[in-house]
């Protein structure tokens, strides 16, 4: 077994008890905090932290840590392999009884994710991939969308975002939808069920790294907009922003969005 594969074993199987924990902890009745720039979290949120934390660095004590709960620290940018963990990503869902949240968590060695899970515990649906191993949901492959072009493509982006007047080159008439974890929707589009997810702002590299190795090994292409790929486990656990598309789309989405300045940080 390589290590990616036992390092996936492991991460899958904490997924699946940090999401009995998470339900559990919801059943039981949550205590809800403001963070400092108006987001919520729950003590569901620190509880599943620690119990992750717990479970994967007692079985790789030589691995780094980057998950939102916690608080950073530069010890990570000097080990090899990292974990990056969103212990609820979808929380306003998580509190309001809604399916969409799920527990991403991945393993980044030398810049880049080689083992995923992004777990929807309210779905029963669990994604996993490692590097050139593909991606599967439950068990089966799944594959993105072999859409290429971008009329009535489906899309998970904000609808007003993307029909607003600003734009350089207008877009087609498209189907948008929402979903609230930025991971569940990169997941839904590795597995084919919408063609790309657009956001235009810097995203945390715990919302989307997980989602972004489950997306290429399914053969979707993930970038920021101007078409620059990721690298993780930098001292700013950022990415720019966020195209996750079909490979036929990717093209054509960059196109629209190249000319946008990149956000400041």
Wanted: proline share 7%; aromatic share 6%; charged share 25%.
């Amino acid at each position: 077994m390589t290590d990616h594969a036992a390092d996936l074993d492991l991460i899958r199987a904490a997924a699946l008890a940090a999401g009995e924990l998470a339900l559990a902890e919801r059943e039981a009745g949550l205590k809800i905090w403001s963070k400092s720039g108006g987001s919520p979290v729950t003590s569901a949120d620190l509880a599943v932290d620690q119990a992750l934390r717990d479970a994967l660095l007692t079985a790789r004590p030589e691995y780094g840590w980057l998950s939102e709960e916690t608080a950073d620290s530069e010890d990570r940018l000097s080990r090899r392999r990292i974990f990056v963990v969103d212990p609820i990503d979808g929380t306003v869902a998580y509190m309001k009884g809604k399916p969409w949240w799920c527990i991403p968590i991945a393993v980044v060695e030398d810049g880049r994710p080689v083992a995923a899970v992004i777990h929807a515990p309210a779905l029963g649906e669990t994604f996993v991939a490692t590097l050139g191993g593909g991606a599967t949901l439950n068990g089966k492959p799944v594959s993105a969308a072999d859409t290429d072009h971008l009329d009535d493509a489906s899309v998970l982006a904000d609808a007003r975002l993307m029909e607003g007047p600003q734009w350089d080159e207008p877009w087609p008439e498209m189907r948008f939808e929402k979903r609230n974890a930025i991971a569940y929707r990169m997941a839904l589009v590795a597995a084919g069920a919408f063609d790309a997810a657009i956001a235009l702002t810097p995203k945390w590299d715990w919302d989307v790294c997980a989602g972004a190795l489950i997306a290429n090994e399914a053969g979707a292409k993930v970038s920021d907009h101007h078409g620059h790929e990721w690298c993780f486990n930098q001292p700013d656990p950022r990415q720019n922003s966020l195209i996750c598309s079909a490979p036929g789309l990717h093209p054509l989405i960059v196109r629209r969005t190249g000319p946008i300045p990149l956000a400041p940080r």
